[in-house]
């Protein structure tokens, strides 16, 4: 199973971006997916989950400005990123716990996509 993350890319303040994270391998099920984020310096930490029944999670420090979201046909999970701030520029990692056979799950990431929000 693997990870493709793209989309990131250099934004100014205020500017949007979209991420996407496609799932490719021996898949059977494909459970929660997630964004998660690495500043310089700092630890990684969630950005936003969202279930496979689209059950949506997020940071308080982007609620209202970033959606989650995925198509299943695609194996694929989404992170609509608007009004971007300084402070969300890093490198954005996406998860998902995946099955191969529909009975245990795995946790894969991505290889990361960076993020940078001029001011």
């Known amino acids: 199973v693997q990870l493709q993350a793209s989309g990131g890319g250099l934004v100014q303040a205020g500017g949007s971006l979209r991420l996407s994270c496609a799932v490719s391998?021996?898949?059977?099920?494909?459970?929660?997916m997630g964004w998660y984020r690495q500043a310089p310096g700092k630890q990684r930490s969630l950005v936003a989950t969202?279930?496979?029944?689209?059950?949506?999670n997020y940071a308080d420090s982007v609620k209202g400005r970033f959606t989650i979201f995925r198509d299943n046909a695609k194996n694929t999970v989404y992170l609509q990123m608007n009004s971007l701030k300084p402070e969300d520029t890093a490198v954005y990692y996406c998860?998902?716990?995946?099955?191969?056979?529909?009975?245990?799950?795995?946790?894969?990431w991505g290889q990361g996509t960076l993020v940078t929000v001029s001011s």
């Open positions: 998860d998902a716990d995946v099955s191969d056979t529909g009975r245990d799950f795995n946790n894969y």
């Open positions: 391998g021996s898949i059977f099920s494909i459970r929660d």
């Open positions: 969202i279930t496979s029944g689209a059950h949506t």
